[in-house]
């Protein structure tokens, strides 16, 4: 995406949806390092292209800190997105 087509990358909501119930529900506010430093240091030792894909990590509620712990199985359906960016929908499958 370009500067001009997100007003303000440090807020957008953003979820995580497994089978349905929602497990994460956050904010790019509360990332440790904010959206531009993030560019900002990986620029100075990649070149970025367009359709690059930054992972910075993800928003409280992730399954070892569940209780019961809560981990993902085979034919668990995921559903994953950022206000304006879009959304993500994959079903987990066991390896082989």
């Given at each position: 995406m370009t500067r001009d087509e997100v007003e303000d990358p440090q807020n957008l909501s953003m979820y995580l949806d497994?089978?349905?119930?929602?497990y994460q529900d956050g904010s790019t506010k509360t990332m440790v390092f904010g959206v531009a430093q993030v560019i900002s240091h990986l620029?100075?030792?990649?070149?970025l292209q367009p359709g690059d894909v930054?992972?910075?990590?993800?928003?409280?509620?992730?399954g070892m800190?569940?209780?019961?712990?809560t981990y993902l199985k085979p034919g668990?359906?995921?559903?994953?997105?950022?206000?304006?960016?879009?959304?993500?929908?994959?079903v987990t499958y066991a390896a082989e």
């Open positions: 497994v089978n349905g119930h929602r620029s100075q030792f990649m070149s930054i992972s910075t990590g993800t928003p409280p509620g992730v800190g569940q209780k019961p712990e668990d359906k995921m559903e994953l997105g950022i206000e304006g960016l879009g959304v993500q929908k994959q």
